[in-house]
């Protein structure tokens, strides 16, 4: 991976961070050893939550918070979960030529549009709501959480907002209320998270592999499968002529899953 960082920052003259933001664990031994790795490598972020999954508002919360706090600077911020595979040469490309066309002058959020999404009511589901938590019977648009992009130039209004709006457990729909509050809309982008990847397939079949690696992010893509995933990508990429003869189906990607027959 840091090879990889080095050739592209070189190819794009882009210079990027990537940072994992956690709560705290209730083992003792996990949150020192979590610790000791942020010390070595400086990518880790800890905030002062326990890590669940009803708590990762907070830790989006916290991902708006600290870089302001250290007065980071970014002109384009994706976030997105630990399995997700993302394709850091197509992202860049996106953003480079998005960045020249706007002068970095337009603000971007930009995801999987979920639209007239309601919340919740059933307790036994983990995206449970209670009236109380969130009254209102549906969310306002919002990008998925598996990934988005947002310009940088918004984290102080993000921040800001987040400190007086009403906050609920669930993050995604969270993040795009509190843009609604700042006036910004997300849109809807195809090649970010276009399927749910299929976890128990044993490989994706060449012509899938051909469209995957036009693609941004792919979520579901866990241990050895983002290395993978990596190489095969970058290999498709740079060396057009093994997608000679297959169907092109980049458009059809969204919610397909391909099994291997």
Not at 57 to 63: D, E, L, T
Request: aromatic share 12%; hydrophobic share 35%.
């Amino acid at each position: 991976m840091y090879i990889q960082h080095a050739i592209l920052s070189y190819i794009f003259n882009r210079v990027w961070k990537t940072v994992f933001i956690v709560g705290k664990s209730l083992d003792p031994t996990t949150d020192r050893l979590v610790v000791q790795e942020a010390a070595i490598y400086k990518d880790i972020v800890i905030g002062t939550f326990e890590d669940t999954f009803r708590n990762l508002y907070k830790k989006m919360i916290w991902g708006l918070t600290w870089p302001m706090e250290e007065n980071c600077s970014a002109s384009y911020i994706l976030k997105t979960d630990e399995d997700c595979f993302v394709n850091i040469g197509n992202i860049l490309n996106w953003l480079d030529r998005y960045h020249i066309i706007t002068n970095g002058t337009q603000p971007i959020y930009a995801g999987r549009r979920q639209d007239n999404m309601p919340a919740v009511r059933d307790k036994e589901n983990r995206y449970y709501l209670s009236e109380e938590e969130f009254p209102e019977e549906e969310f306002y648009p919002y990008a998925s959480g598996g990934g988005y992009v947002f310009s940088g130039t918004l984290l102080p209004l993000l921040s800001n907002v987040s400190k007086t709006a009403p906050l609920f457990p669930n993050e995604d729909a969270l993040f795009g209320s509190l843009m609604r509050r700042i006036g910004v809309e997300p849109t809807d982008n195809t090649k970010i998270i276009p399927l749910v990847y299929c976890e128990r397939a044993h490989k994706i079949r060449e012509e899938r592999m051909c469209s995957i690696s036009k693609q941004f992010i792919l979520h579901g893509v866990k241990g050895k499968e983002q290395l993978k995933m990596h190489f095969d990508s970058a290999l498709f990429s740079s060396v057009s002529s093994l997608c000679l003869g297959l169907p092109d189906s980049d458009d059809e990607m969204r919610d397909r899953c391909e099994y291997d027959k």
